[in-house]
C-alpha cells in the first residue's frame, strides 16, 4: 500500500481502534444491554418497528433497521450489534479525519482521537443511545455536505440534484438514529448554509428541508398521525428531569463545555469526576476552542467555519436551557404547544456540534505545533481542491513565531493519547460495564411461542416498570443490567408496556408521564402488582385487558416480587405452577424459573392485526427511492469520492476550502 493510500484510511483505521478499545469485551458474543440499548435475539420485523401504532415512533427506524441487518447479516443480532457499535467509530473518524485542512497525517489523527473518545460518546454509549451515535458518526459528513450544497458563484444550476443527493446520502446514518439525530444533523447543516449570502442561501435551505424530510418519512409520518388522532401528548414537567447536570467538581457550565453534563447519573464513566481527569478535559477542550479561532482566523475552514460555530453556539445554550428557571419555563411553554418540542428536553444532546468544533480545533493545535503558516500564497485563494490538496491557508512552513516540525509532530502524538488519558473509563467495555450477556432460554421459548399464534391482540410485559434490573451471567458472573424492558422487542406484535420515566433527583423520586396511550388504558389495571398482588388476583382483570386489545401477558416473576404490593411465589414447583394456572381468564401457556407466558381466553380478547396505514408504507417508499437515487446519483460514499485522482486528490470540492 502506498503512503498515500496509507495516510487516506488511517483515520478510518485509528477510528477502529479506538472503538475495539472502548468497547473491548463488548464485542464478545452476547448482548450488552444497557439502559436504552435493549437489543434481542431475532429483532422483530412487525408493523410496530414501521412505525404502525399510537404513540410517537420514537425507535423508527432504528428498530426496523437492526431487524432487517439481522435477516442480511449471518451470526445472529448480537454480531450484528458489535458491528453497528464498532461502525459508529470507524464512521465518524473517516468523517472528521477529512475536514481538517492541511496535507499532514497528525493533525487528522488528532482531531479523530478527540472526535471518537470524549464524555459525550462516553455518557451516551452508557446510556446505550446507539442510534443517536449513529447520527454523531454522520455529523462530519453532513457538515461537509452542506458546506458544497451552496455552490460558489457562476457554478451550481446544473449541480442542484447531485447535490441534493449527496445531502441525502449524508443523512443516512442520521435517519438511522431516528428523530433526534435528524434535528441534531439539522441543525449543524442549516448553520451553515444560513452564514452564505441570501441569494444561494434560499434554495439551499429548500433543497435541505426537503432532504431532511425526505429521510424523515418513517418516522414523521407515524409521529403526525399519532398527535392528529390519537392527541399523543409529552410531560412538560420532565424538562428538569432531564436537564444537564455537573458531573464534574467544576459546575455544569464548564461540565457541558469539556463535553459531558449528562441527566443520568449513572451513566457517568468511572473516575469521571476525579478533579484532575476533568481539569484536564477542560484545559483540553480550552486548547481545542483555542485551536478552532486558529483555523478561522487562518482561513482553513471557510466553508464549515462559520456555521459550525453558529451550530455549536446554538447548541451550547440549548443544553444549558435546561438548567436555569427561565430556560425551563420556555422549554416546558414549548413542549406544552407541540409534544415535538420534547426533543429538546434533553439539552446536553446539543453539544454534539461543539464536539465536532472542538475536534477540529485540536487537529488545528496540531498544526500550529507542526509549524504551519496561515498565510496562503498569492493566487490560491478560492481553490476547490480537496483538503488533501492545497488552497486551504496551510501550505508553507515559516521559520518564525512556530515550534521545529519534528518537535511538533512529536507533540501532535501526544494530543493523539491525551484524550485516553483524560477519560480512561471509557476503555475495555466502559471499565466492564459493557459486558455482553446472553438471554435465558425462556426468552427464547417465549418469543417462539407468541410468534406462532397467528391471532391479533397485544402483550403486555409484567411487572409494571420500563426498566429491568436483569441479574445474569456476563461470563464475569453474576452482574445486574439496568436496561429498557427488553419484552418490548422480544414479539412481534405491539407490546404494552410501562413509558413512565423514574427518575431520582435530590433524593426524591420524580416521574415523568408516559407518551403511549395505550399503555395509559392498561396502567390502571396492572400496576399495583396483578396479578401478583396482595389478596389474589382480581377476578375480572384479564377480561378488562382483553377489552383493551391484550391476548398475552410475560410476567417476570423475580422481578415483580421486588414490585411493592406483590406476594412472595410458593417455594415448590408444583405450588407455584398451581399458583399460575389459577389466574382468573386465562391459560398457562409456559412457566419458566425467568419467564412466564399467560394467555387471555380468546372469547374475552377484543383485538384487530396492527396494520401500517398507507401513508405510512408510501412514507417509506419514498425515503427508500430517494435515497438509492440519491446514491446513485452522488456516485459516493456519503456524498463524497472515496477514489482520488493522481497524487491522492481528489476532484471534488473540498468542504473545508
Known amino acids: 500500500m502506498s503512503r498515500v493510500s496509507a495516510a487516506r484510511f488511517a483515520p478510518a483505521v485509528l477510528g477502529l481502534c479506538a472503538g475495539l478499545l472502548a468497547l473491548g469485551p463488548g464485542l464478545g458474543r452476547g448482548y450488552i444491554l444497557r439502559y436504552d440499548m435493549a437489543i434481542t435475539p431475532n429483532p422483530p420485523l412487525s408493523p410496530r418497528v414501521f412505525g404502525a401504532g399510537d404513540t410517537l415512533p420514537r425507535e423508527v427506524p432504528s428498530d426496523a433497521v437492526l431487524g432487517l441487518l439481522d435477516r442480511m447479516l449471518p451470526g445472529g443480532a448480537d454480531v450484528v450489534q458489535a458491528l453497528v457499535l464498532l461502525g459508529g467509530f470507524v464512521l465518524a473518524a473517516a468523517g472528521v479525519g477529512r475536514l481538517v485542512p492541511g496535507p499532514w497525517l497528525v493533525p487528522r489523527l488528532v482531531a479523530v482521537a478527540y472526535y471518537v473518545w470524549n464524555p459525550f460518546v462516553a455518557e451516551r454509549l452508557l446510556l446505550g443511545q446507539w442510534a443517536m451515535l449513529a447520527g454523531y458518526a454522520g455529523l462530519p459528513w453532513v457538515l461537509a455536505a452542506a458546506a458544497v450544497l451552496v455552490p460558489p458563484t457562476g457554478r451550481g444550476a446544473r449541480s442542484w440534484g447531485r447535490r441534493a443527493a449527496g445531502m441525502v446520502v449524508a443523512l443516512i446514518p442520521a435517519a438511522v438514529g431516528g428523530f433526534s439525530a435528524v434535528v441534531l444533523s439539522g441543525l449543524v447543516a442549516a448553520a451553515v448554509v444560513v452564514t452564505r449570502p441570501l441569494r444561494r442561501m434560499l434554495p439551499a435551505l429548500a433543497v435541505l428541508a426537503g432532504a431532511l424530510a425526505a429521510v424523515s418519512l418513517p418516522w414523521l409520518v407515524p409521529a403526525l398521525g399519532s398527535v392528529a388522532a390519537a392527541g399523543v401528548r409529552t410531560d412538560p414537567t420532565a424538562v428538569a428531569l432531564f436537564a444537564a447536570r455537573a458531573d464534574t ?184 460495564r459493557l459486558e455482553p450477556v446472553t438471554y435465558p432460554a425462556d426468552w427464547y421459548t417465549v418469543q417462539q411461542r407468541v410468534d406462532a399464534d397467528p391471532r391479533p391482540g397485544a402483550l403486555v410485559s409484567l411487572p409494571w416498570s420500563a426498566y429491568r434490573g436483569l441479574e445474569w451471567d456476563s461470563g464475569l458472573g453474576q452482574t445486574v443490567r439496568v436496561v429498557l424492558d427488553p419484552v418490548r422487542k422480544l414479539v412481534q406484535r405491539p407490546v404494552v408496556a410501562d413509558d413512565t420515566l423514574r427518575v431520582e433527583m435530590d433524593g426524591e423520586p420524580h416521574h415523568a408521564r408516559g407518551e403511549d396511550p395505550w399503555s395509559r388504558r392498561v396502567a390502571p389495571l396492572v400496576e399495583d402488582g396483578w396479578p401478583m398482588e396482595r389478596g389474589g388476583p382480581a377476578a375480572s382483570t384479564a377480561a378488562e385487558l382483553g377489552e383493551h386489545g391484550v391476548r398475552y401477558l410475560v410476567v417476570d416473576p423475580q422481578a415483580a416480587q421486588d414490585y411493592p404490593g406483590t406476594v412472595e411465589l410458593p417455594d415448590s414447583a408444583a405450588e407455584e405452577n398451581e399458583f399460575w394456572s389459577a389466574v382468573p381468564d386465562t391459560e398457562l401457556v409456559h412457566h419458566g424459573e425467568d419467564l412466564v407466558l399467560l394467555r387471555i381466553d380468546d372469547d374475552r380478547v377484543r383485538a384487530e392485526h396492527n396494520r401500517l396505514s398507507g401513508l405510512e408504507v408510501t412514507g417509506w417508499l419514498v425515503m427508500v427511492g430517494i435515497t438509492f437515487w440519491s446514491l446513485a446519483v452522488s456516485s459516493s460514499i456519503l456524498g463524497f469520492r472515496m477514489l482520488s485522482g493522481p497524487g491522492g486528490k481528489s476532484r471534488k470540492e473540498s468542504p473545508a476550502c
Open 249 to 432: 467538581p467544576f459546575g455544569v457550565v464548564a461540565s457541558v463545555f469539556s463535553l459531558g453534563g449528562v441527566w443520568n447519573a449513572q451513566a457517568v464513566p468511572v473516575a469521571f469526576a476525579d478533579p484532575g481527569l476533568a481539569l484536564g478535559r477542560l484545559l483540553l477542550a480550552a486548547a481545542a476552542v483555542a485551536g478552532w479561532v486558529y483555523l478561522l482566523r487562518g482561513g482553513g475552514v471557510r466553508r464549515i467555519g462559520p456555521g459550525l460555530s453558529l451550530a455549536s453556539g446554538v447548541g451550547f445554550v440549548l443544553a444549558l436551557l435546561g438548567t436555569v428557571d427561565a430556560g425551563r419555563a420556555v422549554l416546558q411553554a414549548l413542549i406544552g404547544i407541540w409534544p415535538g418540542f420534547g426533543v429538546l428536553r434533553d439539552g446536553q444532546l446539543y453539544v454534539a456540534p461543539l464536539a465536532l468544533a472542538q475536534a477540529l480545533g485540536l487537529g488545528g493545535v496540531a498544526l500550529w505545533l507542526r509549524g504551519w503558516s496561515q498565510h496562503q500564497p498569492a493566487g490560491r485563494r478560492g481553490d476547490d481542491r480537496t483538503v488533501a490538496g492545497r488552497g486551504h491557508g496551510f501550505d508553507r512552513p515559516t521559520r518564525r513565531g512556530a515550534p521545529d516540525s519534528r518537535v511538533g509532530a512529536l507533540a501532535g502524538v501526544g494530543l493523539i493519547l491525551l484524550p485516553v488519558v483524560f477519560l480512561p473509563g471509557l476503555a475495555w467495555g466502559a471499565w466492564g
